[in-house]
Nanobody, 118 residues
């Protein structure tokens, strides 16, 4: 099975930046959609996603501040987070899923903590 390992979280002040990384155990980006979620009560909120073709999408709450990207050679997906707000505080999870299936049918990383605090 695919294994995903997130890293890059930490403590940052409002307005600061962090870059999260999601390293996959194998080459999957050609057939899997990759995304970042953060945990909310009862569900995980989609933050950003990228398709095998490179099309990206973002939650309205992070539009213009976060950027998802990938390095196929390194099997790694990134989430660049700029202009961080206290509301961005959460555990962020990487998800990999085959096309046309929901995230629940895919793979999840263990999560990385992002804390935005003055």
């Amino acid at each position: 099975q695919v294994q995903l390992v997130e890293s890059g979280g930490g403590l940052v002040q409002p307005g600061g930046s962090l870059r999260l990384s999601c390293a996959a155990s194998e080459s999957i980006f050609s057939i899997y959609a990759m995304s970042w979620y953060r945990q909310t009560p009862g569900k995980r909120e989609l933050v950003a996603a990228i398709t095998p073709g490179g099309t990206t999408s973002y939650a309205d709450s992070v539009m213009g501040r976060f950027t998802i990207s990938r390095d196929n050679a390194k099997n790694t997906v990134y989430l660049q987070m700029n202009s961080l707000k206290t509301d961005d505080t959460d555990v962020y999870y990487c998800n990999a899923r085959p096309l046309s299936v929901p995230p629940s049918a895919g793979y999840w990383g263990q999560g990385t903590q992002v804390t935005v605090s003055p």
